[in-house]
């Protein structure tokens, strides 16, 4: 393999560049003394020049990652460099950068696919795009939509790209941590600092509706797609959460997941969904306490007390305490008080007596259950119901006592910040594709991962199985 001298390819482009640069520091200079420019149009136009002098300095860095090797083999096969290097526009965090880079094709065919090395040796993503510039756009586009994304950044000078790439460069970068979900969530795991004082761990389930695009193409009817009716259907998405917490219950550190239904509604079987969150929170869970047996001592499974949400947690994790959410109870329980005709005051008053009583007595839910049956009304009949039905999870004193928590409010916060805040805007639809790439990025920048992630997303999009070779003798005829 040829090595080209770093410091001569630098000294070329930096005497370029650096003329360039002060050409147009000149002229701006000029504009400005002569009164042509205000001091905020000044401050525009040193930023592009600032921003051309690093997109050639960027291009002889990333030229340094091409090979010129006559004959490399690459993922067992022999290819053939070509006659002259092709120039080509990679897009980077500050714009446009020109590299020529070599090109090879399998050795002994004509035609065919290409091969790059230095899109493959940098790790570049969809293969034109830097990995800072693809996930500043997948950092962007996770929490607010392509176009506004845009629009934030314009003022700033950089990522000067239109929505359709801000769109495509995020999805391409959910799409890949889905196809690699399983080994990058191992690593990422492994990776995470847990907290010195963590000593317990909770894990919380719900779901949350997206509309969703479930139109089948038809080419044939509707050959201009754009046109085709829509099937809009509000379909639910799962969203789960496992917290580490002190030994007093308080929360220091969430993993948020969120996952597409992806079942046949026309059955009551389990969807795809389903089963992958929950293995998703099972092999985390699974690998915390490997790494801290500490965390086994106050393990807790919540939920709002729905019955598909209670199943998943009796089948995965039995042998936990598990509770129905606190404030979910004490919401049918008001419900009950209000079509009793108590007053406003009277109500929050009573809440408080109960939600004490709750975190104190053991089983104090007997003696409000009690009290309800004193209340006429199909709300108070209503709290009967869902207490009889769930009365062993709602033993609220014990685990108070030894430091659990006994209400699902990162779930319900996850739901929200997860999905409603950016998934639930006016108009807006998902094809379950793209809904999934952006809850796969959204879960790990709410999670306070988002480095850790990135850092092995750009990791295994390098690929540097190069291995430069002799030219292959030909077959001796028989």
């Known amino acids: 393999m040829d090595r ?14 650096v003329r360039e640069f002060r050409t147009a520091l000149v002229q701006l200079g000029e504009e400005a003394q002569g009164g042509e420019l205000s001091f905020w149009e000044a401050e525009k136009h040193f930023g592009e020049a600032l921003m051309s002098f690093a997109c050639q300095m960027l291009a002889v860095v990333l030229s340094l990652y091409d090979l010129s090797a006559k004959y490399v083999r690459y993922q067992g096969e022999v290819w053939r460099r070509g006659t002259k290097k092709r120039d080509k526009s990679y897009h980077s965090s500050w714009g446009k950068v020109q590299v020529e880079r070599w090109t090879y094709q399998r050795y002994g065919k004509r035609g065919g696919e290409q091969l790059v090395p230095l899109e493959h040796r940098a790790g570049l993503i969809d293969g034109s795009w830097t990995p800072q510039c693809a996930e500043a756009m997948a950092r962007l586009v996770q929490s607010a939509p392509p176009r506004e994304a845009a629009e934030n950044v314009e003022p700033l000078g950089v990522l000067p790209y239109s929505r359709s790439s801000f769109e495509r460069v995020a999805l391409s970068c959910g799409q890949q941590w889905e196809d690699n979900r399983e080994q990058l969530e191992d690593d990422l795991i492994k990776s ?10 909770s894990v919380a389930y719900d779901r949350v509706r997206i509309e969703t695009d479930e139109t089948v193409r038809d080419p044939i009817q509707w050959p201009n797609g754009r046109k085709q ?6 379909r639910m998405a799962y969203c789960a959460t496992v917290t580490l917490h002190d030994e007093k219950g308080e929360p220091l550190k969430t993993f948020r997941y969120g996952r597409n239904a992806q079942k046949d509604q026309s059955t009551k079987l389990p969807g795809v969904g389903e089963w992958i969150i929950r293995e998703q929170v099972r ?14 001592k106050r393990k807790v499974a919540l939920s709002d007390g729905g019955p598909e949400l209670e199943r998943i947690i009796a089948e995965d994790f039995p042998d936990w305490t598990s509770l129905c959410d606190l404030y979910h109870l004490t919401d049918k329980l008001n419900d009950g008080l209000e079509e009793a005709g108590f007053s406003t005051s009277e109500r929050h008053a009573k809440r408080r007596r109960w939600v004490r009583r709750l975190k104190h007595v053991n089983d104090a839910i007997d003696s409000i259950d009690g009290e309800l049956a004193l209340m006429k009304g199909a709300a108070a009949s209503a709290a009967r119901t869902y207490i009889d039905n769930r009365r062993s999870r709602l033993n609220y004193a014990e685990s108070y006592a030894q430091g659990m928590p006994i209400a699902s409010g990162h779930v319900e916060a996850t739901c929200k910040s997860l999905v409603q ?28 991962v988002w480095t850790e992630a990135m850092g092995l997303l750009t990791d295994q999009a390098v690929n540097d199985d190069f291995e430069v070779c002799e030219k292959p003798r030909r077959k001796a005829a028989a």
């Open 421 to 448: 805040v950016r998934m639930r805007r006016c108009g807006q639809r998902w094809t379950v594709q793209s809904s999934q790439a952006i809850l796969n990025l959204r879960a790990l920048a709410l999670s306070n």
């Open 4 to 17: 080209v001298s770093v410091e001569e390819e630098i000294d070329k482009a930096l005497e370029t560049a």
């Open 192 to 201: 995470v600092e847990i907290p010195e004082n963590a000593s317990g761990i």
């Open 229 to 234: 009716p829509r099937e809009i259907n509000g």
């Open 283 to 296: 092999g985390d869970v699974e690998a915390l306490l490997r790494r801290c047996p500490e965390l086994a």
